[in-house]
């Protein structure tokens, strides 16, 4: 039995499958942790979506910008941008019970795992965690977002996306949803720049990489893995702070992590 970890597949269908054959990943044994942004922008969201569901004891989600987004177009019927790549199947009743399935998932997660000399603690978050958040305050917070859009998907899905006076505020459900799937650096601070979306040189210096400083939550665990930021290029420069994006999306990889012994497995992206 192993764990591993994928980054953003965003509708790369045969990219996961081909890496799913690499691994050798048996959903009757192993666990697939997916860093969130299962879908858009690449070719088939429908496909990933419906494997993803397939295989649901298997793996571990935490929601990314992407899947809100296609939340937010399920439940409130938004029209989609030029940029969306979702199948229009997507959005017809029948795939009520999906878009609810992923309506359930935390944006953080962790648990415990065994690697060959000890026990440790892995937690996943789609783009970041706050500075000043242990472990379990995260968790619970990620809990009690989830609790909320889960009673009224329709009011706090578009909460999430139209709450702009308090995108800022990590104390809001907007901010704090915002914080957890879309953050990239801050200021000073502790608080979300969410304009900045480039590589980690071009960073203006008000601003840091949120992973940058001591983060609390590495207090609670050995291990995290988040996605989101392809322009890292996977790389953190912090050994147990693991970025899985490598835009498999954008033409570049779809990046698989052991977690037991954090060995990476590589597949090149079938995109343009
Ligand atoms: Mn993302």
């Keep these: 039995m192993a764990n591993y970890a994928v980054g953003d597949i965003q509708g790369c269908f045969k990219e996961l499958k081909e890496g799913l054959e690499l691994i050798n990943f048996k959903s009757s044994k192993d666990f697939l942790w997916i860093t969130g942004d299962l879908i858009n922008r690449g070719p088939e969201s429908l496909k990933v979506l419906e494997y993803v569901f397939k295989i649901r004891n ?38 009520l019970r999906m878009a609810k399935f992923l309506l359930q998932q935390p944006f953080v997660f962790s648990k415990k795992i065994l690697t060959k000399k000890k026990v440790i603690q ?93 983060n609390k939550i590495m207090n609670d665990i050995d291990l995290l893995v988040f996605g989101h930021w392809a322009a890292l290029q996977g790389k953190t420069d912090i050994s147990n702070i693991i970025a899985l994006d490598t835009g498999c999306c954008w033409g570049k990889d779809l990046t698989f992590l052991r977690l037991e012994d954090q060995k990476k497995f590589v597949v090149k992206s079938k995109q343009k």
């Design 58 to 95: 298997s793996v571990h989600i935490v929601l990314g910008n992407h899947d809100l987004h296609y939340l937010n177009c399920f439940f409130n019927n938004k029209n989609l941008s030029d940029e969306d790549t979702f199948q229009p199947q997507m959005f017809q009743k029948k795939y």
């Design 122 to 214: 892995v937690a996943m978050v789609h783009a970041g965690i706050p500075k000043n958040m242990s472990l379990k305050k995260a968790e619970t917070l990620s809990k009690l977002c989830g609790l909320e859009l889960k009673n009224n998907p329709k009011k706090n899905l578009k909460k999430i996306f139209e709450d702009k006076r308090n995108f800022h505020s990590i104390d809001s459900f907007s901010g704090l949803i915002n914080f957890f799937t879309r953050v990239r650096v801050i200021n000073k601070n502790g608080l979300p720049n969410f304009s900045f979306k480039g590589r980690k040189k071009n960073i203006p210096p008000n601003l840091i990489t949120w992973f940058k400083e001591e």
